[in-house]
C-alpha cells in the first residue's frame, strides 16, 4: 500500500489552482495531498481562476472541488466537505483502498472539513491557521502557505507510513498466532497487534520491548476500549523495581504500570510467567 502513494500511480493532476491570501486546513491539507499524489506538481495561489486554466481547480471557481457555493455537498453523516474532503473523496480511495480511506475521512478529514465550514474548534485547523502572516506582518501570504503546506504533509506522510506499517505487522501477528497456543501471544518483536488479536481468544500479549527486556499487555475488550480481558494484579502495580521481584514471586519482573495494562520483565521466562499469574488471578 505504502508505494501506492508514490507518483505514477494515481491519474494525479500536473496543475493545480487555489485561492490567494489567507489559507485555512482545508486547502493546505489538500495541497499538500496533491503533491504526495504528484511530487511534480505545479500550485498556483491566486484571486481570479485562469480561463484557459487545464489543471485541478480547488476551494475556489465553484467547481467540482469548491464548497462554497449554496448547493455545497454534504456527506450522509450531515459533515459538509471541505477541499480536502472533495480531493480525498476523488483520489483517497486509490492511494490506501476503500476501507482504510473511509477511516481516514471520518477521523482525520472530516473535522477539518466540518471546522473549515462552521468554524468549529478544532486543533490542528487552529495550528495550520497560526501559519498566517499576524496582521501587521511583513511576510508574504505565498510564502507562509508553503511552510503550512510542507507541514502539513509531514502529518500526512507519518499518517500513511504508520498504517502501511500496521498492514505489514498483520502477517508477523498472524504467524505468530499460528504458533502461540493457549492465552497468551508471544510475538518475535514488537509490531502493531490490537486490530489482529482483539476478539482472537488471546488475553495477554507478550513481545520484545524496545527498551530491553520484554513487555507484558493485556488484550482490550473490544476495539476502542480501554478495558482488558486481564489486567496485572493490583499489589504489582506503580511498585517500585526493587520491591517487585519480592511482591511477585518474579526475579526479573521490573516494572508494572499503575494502571495496570503493562508490565515488564528482563528475562523471556520472567514475562511468561507474570502473564501466568496475570490469567490466574482473573
Given at each position: 500500500m505504502?508505494?501506492?502513494?508514490?507518483?505514477?500511480?494515481?491519474?494525479?493532476?500536473?496543475?493545480?489552482?487555489?485561492?490567494?491570501?489567507?489559507?485555512?486546513?482545508?486547502?493546505v491539507f489538500a495541497t499538500a495531498?496533491?503533491?504526495?499524489?504528484?511530487?511534480?506538481?505545479?500550485?498556483?495561489?491566486?484571486?481570479?481562476?485562469?480561463?484557459?486554466?487545464?489543471?485541478?481547480?480547488?476551494?475556489?471557481?465553484?467547481?467540482?472541488?469548491?464548497?462554497?457555493?449554496?448547493?455545497?455537498?454534504?456527506r450522509e453523516n450531515g459533515c459538509p466537505y471541505a477541499a480536502f474532503g472533495l480531493i480525498w473523496r476523488e483520489y483517497g480511495t486509490q492511494c490506501v483502498g476503500e476501507e482504510e480511506a473511509a477511516k481516514f475521512d471520518e477521523k482525520f478529514v472530516q473535522p477539518l472539513d466540518e471546522?473549515?465550514?462552521?468554524?468549529?474548534?478544532?486543533?490542528?485547523?487552529?495550528?495550520?491557521?497560526?501559519?498566517?502572516?499576524?496582521?501587521?506582518?511583513?511576510?508574504?501570504?505565498?510564502?507562509?502557505?508553503?511552510?503550512?503546506?510542507?507541514?502539513?504533509?509531514?502529518?500526512?506522510?507519518?499518517?500513511?507510513a504508520a498504517v502501511a506499517g500496521i498492514c505489514r505487522a498483520k502477517a508477523v501477528v498472524h504467524e505468530a498466532m499460528a504458533k502461540s497456543e493457549g492465552e497468551i501471544l508471544v510475538l518475535p518483536c514488537y509490531a502493531p497487534w490490537k486490530g489482529e488479536v482483539i476478539d482472537s481468544g488471546y488475553k495477554m500479549v507478550v513481545y520484545p520491548s524496545n527498551r530491553g527486556g520484554y513487555s507484558i499487555q493485556g488484550v482490550p475488550v473490544e476495539r476502542g476500549s480501554n478495558e482488558l480481558l486481564c489486567e496485572m494484579p493490583e499489589e504489582w502495580r506503580g511498585k517500585d523495581a526493587s520491591e517487585l521481584p519480592q511482591i511477585s514471586g518474579i526475579?526479573?519482573?521490573?516494572?508494572?504500570?499503575?494502571?495496570?495494562f503493562l508490565a515488564a520483565a528482563d528475562s523471556f521466562e520472567g514475562a511468561i510467567q507474570a502473564a501466568k499469574i496475570a490469567l490466574q488471578n482473573k
Open positions: 505504502e508505494e501506492r502513494l508514490f507518483a505514477g500511480k494515481v491519474d494525479a493532476p500536473a496543475k493545480g489552482f487555489t485561492h490567494g491570501g489567507k489559507f485555512h486546513s482545508d486547502d495531498f496533491l503533491r504526495m499524489l504528484n511530487p511534480d506538481i505545479e500550485i498556483q495561489r491566486g484571486y481570479d481562476v485562469p480561463e484557459d486554466f487545464d489543471g485541478i481547480v480547488y476551494d475556489i471557481g465553484r467547481g467540482a472541488f469548491d464548497h462554497h457555493q449554496e448547493d455545497k455537498e454534504i471546522s473549515d465550514n462552521t468554524g468549529c474548534s478544532n486543533t490542528l485547523a487552529s495550528i495550520i491557521a497560526n501559519f498566517n502572516p499576524s496582521w501587521d506582518s511583513e511576510d508574504s501570504y505565498d510564502d507562509c502557505f508553503w511552510e503550512a503546506v510542507d507541514f502539513a504533509q509531514v502529518i500526512l506522510e507519518k499518517h500513511f526475579p526479573t519482573l521490573r516494572f508494572c504500570h499503575a494502571s495496570g
